[in-house]
């Protein structure tokens, strides 16, 4: 089982808040963990990634955090812009060159 | 910067026709993959190549095939378009000796095929 799971198919968040859009995953081995953007009618563009050895990675306004022992992962967006609304992919990788993605999530950030 | 390119943007064809959708990436990238974005079902993987005329099953292969005859250059065949088959199709390529190691993969803008 190889699954990683966006159980929240949409979020609203006011302009300037905090955006955390959530990921769970299953069968923990040496991974990588990824988020992607994706814009209607664009391919996905990648945001950030973590290594599973690590609990945080951040770039500028984006953060990742991963909680190895509740099998979560969660995108911080601070503060939230109105550029930011898309959908959020999460993906996981094994280390095999192929990556296994969410079902995503659509941001949609409020002016 | 890195760039896939995908044939078409929007495709229509009809029950049965057989359908070709390329892609080309100009970074020497080993990898490349099909995939298909469905609402509510994310991205799936169609097929996956590895090296020239190297080819693996995706999640979802069945009703297409791939071709892999120049390293740059991957299409995506469906023998005989089904009305089940109408979606957005995506095409990525990644390295496997990029560093930072990542597993990144870039992504083509996507074509919409719709079948009638």
């Known amino acids: 089982d190889q699954q990683v799971k966006q159980n929240s198919p949409s979020l609203s968040v006011q302009e300037g808040r905090i955006s955390i859009l959530n990921c769970d995953y299953t069968?923990?081995?040496?991974?990588?963990f990824l988020w992607y953007k994706k814009y209607p009618a664009e391919g996905p563009t990648f945001l950030i990634s973590?290594?599973?050895?690590?609990d945080k990675n951040e770039d500028g306004r984006f953060t990742v955090f991963l909680n190895k022992s509740a099998k979560h992962l969660s995108l911080h967006i601070v503060p939230s812009q109105p550029g930011d609304s898309a959908v959020y992919f999460c993906?996981?990788?094994?280390?095999?060159?192929?990556?296994?993605f969410g079902t995503g999530t659509r941001l949609t950030i409020i002016p | 910067d890195v760039k896939v390119t995908q044939s078409s943007r929007y495709l229509v064809k009809r029950t049965g026709e057989k359908v070709f959708l390329e892609c080309v990436q100009d970074?020497?990238?080993?990898?490349m993959f099909w995939y298909r974005q469905d609402p509510g079902l994310g991205l799936r993987l169609i097929y996956f190549?590895?090296?020239?005329?190297?080819?693996e099953k995706g999640d979802i292969p069945e009703g297409y095939s791939v071709s892999r005859e120049k390293k740059e250059r991957f299409s995506l065949i469906l023998e005989s378009a089904s009305t089940n088959q109408t979606s957005m199709y995506l095409c990525?390529?990644?390295?496997?000796?990029?560093?930072?190691?990542?597993?990144?993969?870039?992504f083509g803008p996507g074509t919409r095929l719709t079948v009638t």
């Open positions: 993906a996981r990788n094994f280390g095999n060159e192929k990556l296994t």
């Open positions: 190549s590895y090296d020239v005329k190297m080819k």
């Open positions: 973590i290594s599973s050895i690590k």
């Open positions: 970074m020497d990238h080993e990898n």
């Open positions: 069968n923990s081995m040496f991974d990588y």
């Open positions: 990525a390529s990644s390295s496997p000796h990029s560093l930072p190691l990542s597993y990144e993969q870039y």
